[in-house]
């Protein structure tokens, strides 16, 4: 705006006068050596009583003797105006109390309409309902009676014919054996072939057992300790990249041609088992398994 800067601070702040420094030219004092309350120690104080304590005495309280609130007044029993409030109050009322005709009826049970309003409902009686009187189909037409047992031990009970009887020797399979074990024996020729897997005490060979018996247990020689430890006439030489450190000179390039293919390695040959001959085995007879089943 025209004419703000001709106008001086004072005029600008609405000051009539600068604000006075009331501390230029004072001593430094330190906050430390400064009093907490500097006006309360001088001049004359205002010193009042004291808190006063609650007790007996009438200088505890504001007035000077002790006033009474119901002062003057007669005694008056709170049981008796309670029953002269309760006498109002029933004049109140108009006639006699209310009573019911009758209480509450209790059910004697479960399903029980007794005490009920409506009372039973016909619809959830437990009577049963009339029924139509159950005739019994015919029976079914038999072609023949049937026959009696279940089949086993039983005859003529069966579709097919009764097997017929036929004498059987008593010890007929140990006779047939040792005939066949003598008519066996006859055609061999030489003796019993043997094979190289005999069973031993472990599943595969143990490698380490021998039936040789061992050596004698070799005695540990005792190496001379030498006095002092042994030091090389000069120090080893380092590998400059020219093979100046070496014992051997460094060997000529020579050209190798591809090298051929590898041929497979034989397989061994496979040791000869013969084949498993028959093996006997436990039957049962027929009439067994039918006791069974």
Request: charged share 25%.
């Amino acid at each position: 705006m025209p004419g703000e800067g001709t106008k001086s601070d004072m005029e600008r702040v609405g000051l009539f006068s600068e604000m006075e420094y009331i501390t230029v030219g004072d001593k430094y004092v330190s906050h430390h050596d400064r009093p907490f309350n500097e006006a309360a120690s001088k001049n004359k104080q205002m010193l009042p009583g004291g808190s006063k304590e609650m007790s007996d005495l009438q200088a505890g309280y504001f007035e000077p003797r002790f006033v009474r609130i119901f002062e003057g007044e007669g005694y008056a029993n709170l049981n008796q105006m309670r029953r002269k409030h309760m006498m109002q109050e029933a004049k109140k009322n108009l006639g006699k109390a209310f009573l019911p005709t009758n209480g509450d009826k209790k059910s004697c049970g479960i399903g029980s309409y007794y005490g009920t309003i409506g009372g039973p409902v016909p619809f959830f009686s437990a009577q049963a309902k009339p029924r139509e009187k159950y005739e019994a189909p015919g029976k079914n037409l038999y072609t023949s009676p049937g026959k009696k047992g279940t089949g086993y031990g039983y005859a003529n009970v069966t579709i097919g014919k009764q097997f017929t009887h036929s004498a059987d020797v008593y010890d007929a399979p140990k006779l047939n054996y040792k005939k066949e074990s003598e008519e066996h024996h006859r055609l061999l020729k030489g003796g019993p072939f043997k094979l190289n897997l005999y069973p031993r005490e472990y599943f595969d060979t143990n490698p380490y057992f021998s039936e040789k018996s061992l050596p004698p247990i070799k005695k540990a020689e005792k190496k001379e300790v030498l006095p002092s430890p042994f030091k090389p006439s000069s120090p080893g030489k380092k590998a400059g990249g020219m093979k100046a450190g070496t014992f051997d000179p460094y060997p000529s390039h020579s050209t190798d041609p591809y090298l051929a293919k590898s041929e497979k390695p034989s397989k061994p040959a496979k040791v000869f088992h013969p084949p498993g001959g028959p093996k006997s085995r436990p039957i049962e007879s027929i009439m067994t398994l039918n006791v069974k089943r």
